[in-house]
């Protein structure tokens, strides 16, 4: 069936050092892949997407590229800041209304 | 910022008695959705509509009921509530059914005593 793992959190970071959160699926076909970020006390808001194999998505600084041979959607930052922190996950649409979450990976970034 | 409200924030209820969530949308889009969000689980969909009137079961809807008499309004029912429905409850949006984002509003936190 379709799955998604996520890293386990929570990542704890300095201010500047570089950020990755690894996210791997499985689905049916080649769907679209979302990362979603969680900011204290508010909802699910939209970081990034690809739709579709080698497509690298980007916002705020963040990346992911669509990996389809090892079914990954790694997040990254080069520099994170204090702001940074928060929840993220990673959401391949798994077909019709349904997108597949991931737990969620817990960033807190100190400075 | 889409325009998404929950109401209420935040709710104390008994086991046993009704519980109604309410969602609200500015935004005229045709698809709406319900999750919770526990520890460990990450989101998972309860009930999603299409329309007015049109609604269908996701993956944990057992216990929940939902109503969508208007395009503005999607309405999240626990009928008898129990201790395991204490949860974050998140209420989302998207313009079409295929691979788009949707857009979530601020959560209700429930608690069921």
């Known amino acids: 069936g379709n799955s998604v793992t996520q890293m386990e959190g929570p990542v704890t970071l300095s201010e500047e050092a570089f950020l990755t959160i690894n996210c791997t699926y499985t689905a049916t076909g080649y769907p679209s892949l979302f990362w979603y970020v969680q900011y204290p006390g508010e909802g699910l808001q939209l970081l990034l997407k690809?739709?579709?194999?080698?497509d690298k998505g980007s916002n705020k600084g963040f990346e992911a590229t669509y990996r389809k041979e090892t079914t990954s959607f790694h997040l990254e930052k080069g520099s994170v800041q204090v702001s940074d922190s928060a929840v993220y996950f990673c959401a391949p649409f798994a077909g019709t209304y349904k997108y597949i979450f991931g737990t969620g990976t817990r960033l807190k970034v100190l400075a | 910022d889409a325009g998404i409200t929950q109401s209420p924030r935040h709710k104390v209820t008994e086991t046993g008695t009704p519980v109604t969530l309410r969602c609200h949308q500015t935004e005229n889009h045709r698809y709406m959705y319900w999750y919770r969000q526990d520890p460990g689980h990450g989101l998972r969909l309860i009930h999603y509509?299409?329309?007015?009137?049109?609604?269908d079961k996701g993956e944990v809807s057992d216990g929940y009921s939902v109503s969508r008499s208007k395009t503005e309004d999607f309405l999240l029912t626990l009928e008898s509530a129990t201790s395991s429905q204490t949860s974050v409850y998140f209420c989302?949006?998207?313009?079409?059914?295929?691979?788009?984002?949707?857009?979530f509003g601020p959560g209700t936190r429930l608690l069921v005593l």
């Open positions: 989302a949006i998207s313009e079409g059914q295929e691979q788009e984002t949707q857009y």
């Open positions: 509509s299409y329309g007015v009137k049109d609604t």
């Open positions: 690809a739709t579709k194999a080698d």
